[in-house]
């Protein structure tokens, strides 16, 4: 990746709403040009998805819980057992394996409580392999944002 693709990811993260005569045009490269190396961005992988980010209190998902998991088991196949299950969850909008006492992390964009206690069910209290978990309610979203920050490579 050169300076021109860091510029064009860049841009693309900030607004990928943009045409692509748009996008070449704040990049200072041809139409066709800029379309090439988006491809090739895509094929690569550095640009894995075009989406659009929504509030969530605009439809009716404004409780944000973070959820740390503890495993008993922490081999390879218990773990991925697991994350499968929060694959499944489409209020689950994010969950990472993590470092340290806590196996897993995951955030949650919920409806209201009644949600919560259901997924609570489904993926902590019947799995024998979940030992603990710990929520946290977000009171106020500070910062909500999946642009990451580029540099040339």
């Known amino acids: 990746m050169d300076a021109i693709?860091?510029?064009?990811?860049?841009?693309?993260?900030?607004?990928?709403?943009?045409?692509?005569?748009?996008?070449?045009?704040?990049?200072?490269?041809?139409?066709?040009?800029?379309?090439?190396?988006?491809?090739?961005?895509?094929?690569?992988?550095v640009i894995l998805k075009t989406v659009g980010l929504?509030?969530?209190?605009?439809?009716?998902?404004?409780?944000t819980a973070i959820v740390d998991v503890t495993l008993e088991r922490h081999g390879v196949e218990a773990r991925q057992m697991f994350?499968?299950?929060?694959?499944?969850?489409?209020?689950?909008?994010?969950?990472?394996?993590?470092?340290?006492e806590t196996d897993v992390i995951l955030i949650i964009n919920?409806?209201?409580?009644?949600?919560?206690?259901?997924?609570?069910?489904?993926?902590?209290?019947?799995?024998?392999?979940v030992v603990k978990f710990r929520t946290l309610f977000a009171m106020e979203r500070n910062k909500f944002e999946t642009a990451i920050p580029v540099s040339a490579v």
């Open 110 to 129: 919920l409806v209201d409580m009644k949600e919560y206690q259901a997924i609570c069910n489904r993926l902590f209290n019947n799995d024998p392999n």
């Open 54 to 63: 929504v509030d969530p209190d605009k439809l009716n998902r404004g409780l």
């Open 5 to 45: 693709d860091c510029k064009i990811i860049e841009v693309i993260q900030n607004n990928a709403d943009l045409t692509n005569a748009e996008l070449a045009g704040q990049i200072n490269l041809s139409p066709s040009s800029c379309l090439r190396r988006v491809q090739k961005l895509k094929k690569e992988g």
């Open 83 to 100: 994350m499968d299950q929060t694959l499944r969850e489409s209020a689950i909008t994010q969950a990472y394996s993590v470092t340290g």
